[in-house]
């Protein structure tokens, strides 16, 4: 398994469509951008504003470039309008471990069920596609609505990493809880009682 095994990776279901990020998706995310800037509040990469999404969206190209990171769009169907982001990064072949995250959603798809059939989607392609052993989250300790999200899914919770990185634009660190799923997670339970949830 390498990295151009995922290059036009899309992801489908009957709700959401997961299709490679790119640039050019700019006026595609910028009304969250420009109207919903409390998206980010939690996260170390921001795209508040026009100068940050440029950034965010060269970054995370350029983070596929460089075969680290997979970037998504997501697209809801039911709405028939693009909702949010999300990808895999540090992405370990050899290991085979990758982590999930830079998950965001416009104000008006959270609470929908579209994260759940995301989720599904990312960890059926990672366990079942991409052979992985583990997939990893990362929060910050104090971001009660994500760690909520990922427990639903099935998470388990390995840990706090203490003063673990520099909250944005701020001296002060934050700690970064840790949890995971694993291919026989996935396969004994996770998968089944996820897709269940799926509405």
Known sequence: MDFNFMQNTILEDDVVILRPLQETDFDNLLPFSIN???TWFYSL???NGKENLTQYLKSAVQGR???SEFPFIV???RTNSY????RFYDINFQYKTLLLGFTWYGEQFRGTGLNKHCKFLLLQYAFESLNMERVEFRADNSNTRSIAAMKSIGCVVEGVLRNHMPTHGSEIRRDSIVLSILKKDWFESVKQKLKASLV
């Open 65 to 67: 470039d460089n075969e």
């Open 75 to 77: 697209f809801d169907k």
């Open 83 to 86: 909702a949010g982001s999300t």
């Open 45 to 47: 990469v921001r795209a």
């Open 36 to 38: 919903e800037p409390d």
